[in-house]
């Protein structure tokens, strides 16, 4: 349930950051450089994430289910922040006018898409990296004063020697 609820989340936000940037239906003329940098941003981001999923050999299903529970997990934290913001104000004035929600919406989507993009960047799928208790123990009884550097071990022979 919780992964369905996930996926649903991360629809909708993807859903939200495609045509957020369209919001008064004037076409291109409405998109401005950071929406087209974002969009771009956005997509080579969430293609560099499958794309090292794919090389490090994840099932395509977890790595869906890891790049949907970024994508919710960051939209509801900045929701949640957003609402905490308009808390605050509302005790403070006692109403909440359009201007106010105006000026946060810009601050409140710059926001939400650079830790988006922060997010996707660091939680990219990484190499299984495991270290056996055999490969540990061997590494402890070796001294390493009896260890040659690779250059002695190296022979190298000419076509004076053949």
């Known amino acids: 349930m919780a992964t369905i609820f996930s996926i649903l989340i991360a629809l909708s936000f993807i859903a939200l950051f495609f045509t957020e940037p369209f919001e008064y239906d004037d076409g291109l003329f409405d998109v401005d450089r950071f929406e087209i940098?974002?969009?771009?941003?956005?997509?080579?981001?969430?293609?560099?994430?499958?794309?090292?999923?794919?090389?490090?050999?994840?099932?395509?299903?977890?790595?869906i289910k890891?790049?949907?529970l970024i994508l919710t997990l960051n939209t509801l934290i900045s929701l949640?922040?957003?609402?905490?913001?308009?808390?605050?104000?509302?005790?403070?004035?006692g109403t909440l006018t359009m201007s106010f929600l105006d000026k946060i919406n810009d601050i409140s989507l710059f926001s939400w898409f650079i830790s988006i993009f922060i997010t996707i960047y660091s939680f990219t799928p990484l190499p299984k990296t495991t270290i056996t208790a055999c490969q540990t123990k061997s590494n402890k009884k070796e001294n390493p004063q009896d260890?040659?550097?690779?250059?002695?071990?190296t022979n190298i022979t000419t076509n004076e020697d053949n």
């Open 80 to 93: 949640a922040i957003m609402g905490f913001i308009l808390i605050i104000k509302l005790d403070q004035t």
């Open 66 to 68: 890891r790049y949907a």
């Open 147 to 153: 260890k040659k550097s690779p250059i002695e071990n």
């Open 37 to 63: 940098i974002s969009i771009i941003l956005f997509v080579i981001l969430t293609w560099r994430f499958f794309k090292k999923a794919k090389v490090y050999e994840f099932k395509i299903w977890y790595s």
